[in-house]
Nanobody, 122 residues
Framework: QVQLVESGGGLVQAGGSLSLSCAAS????????MGWYRQAPGKQRELVAD???????NYADSVKGRFTISRDNAKNTVYLQMNSLKPEDTAVYYC????????????????WGQGTQVTVSS
């Protein structure tokens, strides 16, 4: 089992910045990738950004150039720096860990954080 604890988020005005962090704990073998998703009211959960253990990043087009994802493999922690925030970035942000479990019939399992609210006012 892997537990994900998120921190950060909150309320900010448009154009402002926020940062999120997510620490994984438990019996960790390998997490690849690790990332952030978000879900706005009435919408499906969508990928914001993820990062492999080797540092390869992937961003949603809507956040490219504004958000930066980073990862500390030694701490099993992923970060999301969000700049130039827009009202449309308002959502609950969820940390995701794609975890390899060698002793399970399902080798790769997705774990999710509890979610943290990000609200951007106009």
């Amino acid at each position: 089992q892997v537990q994900l604890v998120e921190s950060g988020g909150g309320l900010v005005q448009a154009g402002g910045s926020l940062s999120l962090s997510c620490a994984a704990s438990g019996r960790i073998f390998r997490i690849n990738p690790m990332g952030w998703y978000r879900q706005a009211p009435g919408k499906q959960r969508e990928l914001v950004a993820d990062i492999t253990s080797g540092g390869t990043t992937n961003y949603a087009d809507s956040v490219k150039g504004r958000f930066t994802i980073s990862r500390d493999n030694a701490k099993n922690t992923v970060y999301l720096q969000m700049n130039s925030l827009k009202p449309e970035d308002t959502a609950v942000y969820y940390c995701n860990a794609h975890h390899y479990q060698p002793f399970s019939s399902t080798r790769w399992v997705d774990y999710w954080g509890q979610g943290t609210q990000v609200t951007v006012s106009s």
